[in-house]
């Protein structure tokens, strides 16, 4: 269905007098069809199985705050400690959309939230596994299909970065994955090497890892963006880690082997989407304009305009992007059953509620409150856009009226919290 959508898309793009803002880049896709497209390609295409996304609290991990990247369920299968007895251990071929926040441990984008426009404490992660069956060169050329054939990106905007090595751990430079992707037709001068903290992934401070390639995408084409990759610069984004599991991080630090070779990738909806709807901020999608329009009904400042840096001078689009992120985030803890409290995820969590009360209070001008009146809005876009993504209590217990059990007393306990210092 997903893919007969999107060829009908594809044909009302050339019909005469169409007009787009990029003309060589394919027809602007609603979020759900960016995420059907992703599924149905792995699942109907290339024999994976569709595994439903586990909560953002982690089950049994002690290691992890949150899930922060899509493999974390899968955890038991890459370190072969999976029950022989489970669904898992059956495994070969998955693929998956996963609730990931990302506001602390080893993976932290909560300062960077508000700040550009492509960062996220919640976001959701597109992505397909091998479990010992298909490995480097299957992941790539699939990767590269998906992106250049499905989805229609045009190839010379897009870079890709590879493991340059590590003396000092020992590991070598992956010329495997840079053969293959010269095999693939990815120009030399869009091949790019990085060291450990960009091309080799670790979920955290122990268990599985290994080099990765990144995939780059140029909102503005038509240049050799090659010096812009990995720099943070909002026109050069990454938009899909396809991460090699082959080690284990001990308790020592020391790296050892895994049982099997695994292929771990994830890329991120919410920059995927901006892509294909032309956008070069997240927050100028789908999945966020219906919210930043809404959070505009109850402040009293200018609608939000995208500004950043020193053109944001004082911080209000800023204040949007931090409330519409936190908020999300919020929403899908609290119907994960995290809520805000004292310590671990639920302090973390705190600190977000606060942040956002503070951003919507003081920069915003919204009203003590305002905050639990956005939840409807969330819910209305997770829920419509996202089918079964929220819990089913979740869902039943958000209305205009009542948002869900603890969010609106939660809200109003920092804001005396704020007051009180």
């Known amino acids: 269905m997903s893919a007969l959508l999107l060829r009908r898309l594809r044909c009302l793009s050339r019909t005469p007098g169409s007009v787009r803002a990029f003309s060589s880049l394919p027809p602007p896709l609603p979020t759900a069809l960016v995420r059907s497209t992703f599924l149905d390609f792995f699942r109907e295409e290339h024999g994976h199985l569709l595994v439903p996304s586990s909560p953002v609290r982690p089950r049994g991990d002690p290691s992890l705050l949150f899930v922060n990247a899509g493999m974390n369920q899968f955890k038991p299968i890459l370190t072969g400690t999976a029950d022989p007895r489970s669904a898992m251990a059956s495994y070969r071929r998955v693929v998956n959309s996963q609730k990931c926040v990302r506001a602390g441990g080893k993976h932290n984008d909560l300062e960077d939230v508000g700040r550009d426009v492509y960062h996220h404490t919640f976001f959701e992660m597109l992505g397909n596994w091998s479990f010992g069956d298909y490995f480097k060169e299957k992941a790539c050329s699939m990767a590269w299909s998906l992106l250049t054939e499905h989805y229609g990106i045009p190839a010379d905007r897009l870079y890709v970065s590879y493991f340059a090595g590590d003396a000092a751990s020992g590991l ?14 990815v120009p030399a001068a869009h091949l790019l090497p990085f060291g450990l903290k960009e091309n080799f992934w670790e979920m955290g401070d122990t268990g599985p890892c290994g080099p990765c390639t990144e995939i780059h995408y140029d909102h503005v084409g038509g240049r050799n963006a090659a010096s812009l990759v990995n720099t943070d610069d909002p026109e050069v984004v990454e938009i899909w880690n396809l991460v090699f599991m082959q080690y284990n991080r001990d308790m020592d630090q020391t790296l050892s082997l895994l049982p099997k070779s695994s292929v771990d990738t994830g890329m991120g909806l919410e920059r995927l989407t901006a892509v294909l709807q032309g956008k070069r901020s997240n927050y100028d999608t789908d999945l966020f304009t219906p919210l930043l329009h809404a959070i505009h009904q109850r402040s009293k400042v200018a609608p939000y305009g995208g500004r950043t840096g020193s053109s944001d001078q004082l911080k209000v689009d800023t204040a949007y992007r931090v409330v519409a992120d936190h908020v999300r985030t919020m929403c899908v803890c609290i119907a994960d059953g995290i809520h805000p409290g004292m310590s671990g995820a639920e302090l973390v969590l705190r600190r977000i509620l606060r942040r956002a009360v503070r951003f919507n209070v003081e ?18 876009i997770l829920v419509r856009r996202i089918p079964s993504f929220l819990s089913s209590v979740f869902e039943k217990r958000c209305s205009h009226t009542n948002p869900p059990s603890g969010f609106r007393e939660v809200c109003t306990q920092s804001c005396r919290g704020r007051r009180s210092g």
Do not use: F, M, Y
């Not at 409150?369 to 819910?379: F, K, Y």
């Open 363 to 380: 920069i915003l001008k919204a009203p003590q409150g305002a905050l639990a009146s956005l939840v409807p809005t969330v819910t209305h």
């Open 172 to 185: 070598p430079a992956d010329e495997e994955t840079r053969q293959i992707w010269l095999d693939i037709g």
